[in-house]
């Protein structure tokens, strides 16, 4: 009968040392998940800083419609942002298609400016979210087999 114990202490030390290996992997992915997080936090601070300048370089008063849109938009951010710590790829895949839907919506509605207003800035953030995403999803893969 004690035949069997040797032979879990064995699986023990196994399944013990795979764990560890599964943490430090883990760990690789952390830096870059949280330069992915943090990016989108400061998407929302540069929306934040765009949308006051364009409503003060357009004389649009800040009304409470604007601050409800604008807080909506840099809410949703901060949102993606710490859901981040938890579902990177899916976070960041939203935060993508936003700051890209966001983008597209200010051509349709102000036409051309839009389209080159902050485009250094905008092709900087999309690189950096697009760069992520393959760590995000290694990330969440590693983390499901545990």
């Known amino acids: 009968m004690n035949e069997g114990a040797p032979k879990q202490e064995q699986q023990d030390v196994i399944a013990d040392h795979f764990e560890e290996l599964k943490q430090i992997e883990m760990m690789g992915y952390e830096p870059k998940i949280r330069k992915a997080r943090n990016a989108l936090f400061v998407v929302a601070v540069l929306l934040l800083l765009g949308e006051i300048i364009s409503a003060n370089a357009n004389n649009?008063?800040?009304?409470?419609?604007?601050?409800?849109?604008?807080?909506?938009?840099?809410g949703s951010f901060v949102a993606l942002g710490f859901w981040a710590n938890t579902r990177?790829?899916?976070?960041?895949?939203?935060?993508?298609?936003?700051?890209?839907?966001?983008?597209?919506?200010?051509?349709?509605?102000t036409g051309f400016q839009a389209a080159i207003g902050g485009i250094l800035i905008r092709i900087?953030?999309?690189?950096?979210?697009?760069?992520?995403l393959k760590d995000a999803k290694a990330w969440e893969d590693a983390k499901g087999k545990i």
């Not at 008063?61 to 849109?69: E, M």
């Not at 900087?124 to 992520?132: D, G, H, N, Q």
């Open 124 to 132: 900087i953030v999309i690189t950096y979210l697009v760069s992520a």
């Open 60 to 74: 649009i008063p800040f009304s409470p419609l604007l601050l409800l849109i604008v807080g909506l938009e840099c």
């Open 88 to 109: 990177p790829f899916t976070a960041i895949t939203l935060g993508l298609v936003l700051f890209i839907g966001l983008w597209v919506f200010a051509i349709v509605a």
